[in-house]
């Protein structure tokens, strides 16, 4: 920082240019953002309670600890952020991740309430077959790196340590469901309302959740720009009077900044209100100021301001999507805008709606097509027809809030209400139905989202200023996207044999070129659930697939597989395998089956009873054979 101040008053006075000042600023950015990081990670602070638990991860502790924050529950746990205070009587500090095992009859845990309890601190599961979702990552990137696991019965209440803000959110938005409780809102429509201003979304049914993702609006459950900036525009409107008096526009803009950060706050402090909030804070004070924005700057400052605070946010796929699509308003929207200028308020509206839509489209379909693998063909239609329309919905919401909190909403107003919501979800369903526009299962990888954005960004270039240098740059982004296409078609995994992990099943994979081959045992259902060939095939571009009945022998160039399953039968003399896949529990003899068969390797897949498979793997060590546990190490990839 003194460097920089030093060549920040050398380039004032001079009045040759040098590299100097900009490249000891960019190492500053660099060294603010290493220093930042390390300040905020949780597990370099003393007191942090893997200190204490250190090499002792299963053993029992007793662990006293304060609800923060209730997440999106699983099938069979409810599940809560947790702050830890103490382990074993030592004071800690530190998050972890806290699941409570599903009972109807047994409340679910408030915000800021302080348990004690004992309970073993489990490591984060990691994925277990390619290209699945990492939410050991996802957790370790919030600092939460164990989980436990805890039934109602061994939970104790404490006296509360205090109030967060967190908590007062959290009551204050459980105060406001209880009040929308007596006028029969319908779930589905109760939980839109709790997603739209709230910023609530756990209760969203998995088929309406499915419905807006399916038809391109999901954005709009998520609070954001587009929630704040309409939230700003009805306070700006409120507090108008207000300018009428002495330090009026100053009182206004505290209120202003004030109210939105609040409205944060009951949010839930997402990536993307926050990211909104702070810019909306940043443009009000300079409005006041009377200074003019520049809207890049602005962006920079709230992203640079974000960052110092909550430095993983930058992983975090809302702020990602949050600020691509801000980014592609401003610089693609009117480019495309000027194409056509209609004559009429409302066609232009609609026209208006439909460039911002296409523009944040631009900025956010290579991180959208990477993390999500679907294009939604009819993003459009859904945005023209709600958008114009949401401005009147959250403002409808937040009155009908205010009313029922003050107990004079009247039950034709809440159920007129209602039925808005219903429609907007009933024409989302039909969106998301038209399956023909809506492209799934599309393979994307990191390497694409860049050469994607280098494409996007020279084209956008030569099409503001078109001349030799931008089209050179936009011809050379070309190449780049082809020479891409080319690495990844001759990078693709072939000659590759896979034992995936599915619990109570089993599911075996064999790669040639691009087709796969699946094997496997399921039922009806679970063939139409699973995801685990859909996630290596779009993960590693196979484009083909073939399925096939388990064999008892897999023969893999100058390796054999023998599959073992509960018949129990290994005795094939002809050939000796190189490795053993032990499946649906067979009750063999190991000592007995390593003997006869002398193999390199054994493997048990996740269809095997637990106690069988812990017992092969004693008998494996005890031999120093090794042993492959799929439900422990993952699935077993044999490239040939």
Not at 33 to 52: A, C, F, P
Not at 545 to 554: K, V
Request: net charge positive; proline share 4%; hydrophobic share 45%.
């Amino acid at each position: 920082m003194l460097v920089l101040l030093v060549f920040y008053i050398i380039s004032r006075k001079s009045f040759i240019k040098t590299i100097w000042f900009g490249s000891t600023a960019f190492l500053v950015m660099i060294s603010i953002g290493i220093i930042t990081t390390t300040i905020h990670d949780q597990k370099n602070l003393s007191n942090h309670y893997t200190k204490v638990i250190s090499n002792k991860v299963d053993s029992t502790y007793t662990v006293t600890f304060r609800v923060r924050e209730a997440i999106k529950p699983g099938n069979y746990y409810n599940k809560y952020i947790v702050d830890i205070f103490e382990v074993n009587s030592t004071k800690t500090s530190g998050k972890t991740l806290l699941n409570i095992q599903k009972d109807t009859l047994t409340p679910s845990l408030i915000v800021d309430e302080v348990y004690i309890s004992r309970a073993p601190f489990k490591h984060l599961i990691p994925p277990l077959n390619p290209h699945q979702f990492d939410y050991k990552s996802y957790l370790k990137k919030q600092y939460i790196f164990h989980q436990l696991f805890i039934n109602n019965e061994w939970l104790f209440p404490v006296k509360q340590k205090g109030v967060t803000f967190f908590g007062i959110a959290a009551k204050l938005r459980q105060h406001i469901n209880k009040k929308l409780e007596p006028y029969h809102f319908k779930p589905d429509e109760l939980a839109i309302i709790n997603a739209l201003i709230l910023g609530q979304r756990q209760d969203i049914s998995k088929a309406v959740y499915t419905n807006y993702t399916n038809a391109g609006a999901i954005h709009i459950l998520a609070v954001s720009g587009l929630h704040v900036g309409i939230i700003l525009l009805i306070l700006s409107f409120i507090f108008k009077p207000l300018e009428r008096f002495k330090h009026g526009k100053l009182i206004k803009t505290i209120l202003l900044v004030s109210l939105l950060w609040s409205f944060a706050l009951i949010a839930g402090l997402s990536a993307s209100v926050t990211r909104a909030v702070t810019m909306f804070s940043i443009v009000t004070i300079a409005l006041n100021l009377k200074r003019p924005t520049n809207i890049y700057n602005t962006l920079a400052i709230s992203m640079f301001v974000i960052l110092l605070i909550k430095p993983m946010f930058l992983f975090d796929v809302g702020f990602q999507l949050s600020y691509l699509a801000v980014f592609a308003i401003v610089a693609i929207d009117p480019l495309i805008y000027k194409l056509w200028k209609p004559k009429y308020w409302l066609t232009d509206k609609v026209w208006h709606t439909f460039t911002v839509t296409v523009s944040a489209q631009f900025g956010i379909i290579p991180v959208s097509l990477y993390y999500f693998h679907q294009f939604p063909g009819l993003f459009f239609v859904s945005n023209i027809v709600i958008i114009p329309f949401l401005g009147i919905i959250l403002g409808l919401g937040l009155f009908i809030i205010l009313l029922a909190l003050l107990n004079t909403l009247p039950q034709f107003v809440a159920d007129g209400y209602g039925y808005i919501i219903d429609l907007m979800n009933t024409f989302i369903a039909w969106v998301s139905k038209q399956d023909a526009f809506l492209l799934k299962d599309i393979s994307f990888s990191l390497l694409y989202v860049f050469v994607s954005y280098a494409l996007i960004i020279t084209s956008i270039r030569f099409l503001i200023k078109r001349n030799y240098q931008n089209l050179k740059q936009f011809l050379i982004a070309i190449l780049i996207v082809q020479s891409a296409f080319i690495f990844n078609t001759l990078t693709k995994p072939s000659n590759e044999f896979i034992v995936f992990h599915k619990s109570r099943f089993s599911l075996l994979g064999h790669t040639l070129h691009n087709k796969i081959v699946v094997s496997s045992d399921f039922d009806s259902i679970t063939k139409s659930t699973n995801k685990i060939i859909r996630d290596y095939t779009v993960g590693n571009h196979i484009s083909y697939l073939e399925e096939q009945n388990i064999s008892a022998l897999y023969q893999l160039k100058n390796k054999n597989i023998l599959v073992v399953d509960s018949l129990g039968i290994y005795n094939i003399k002809t050939i000796k395998p190189d490795y053993v896949l032990l499946r649906q529990s067979p009750k063999i003899n190991l000592n007995r089956l390593i003997d006869s068969l002398n193999p390199k390797l054994i493997i048990a897949d996740g269809s095997n009873y637990k106690s069988y498979v812990e017992r092969w793997e004693q008998i494996c060590r005890k031999r120093k054979l090794p042993f492959h546990q799929t439900s422990k190490k993952g699935a077993f990839i044999l490239k040939y």
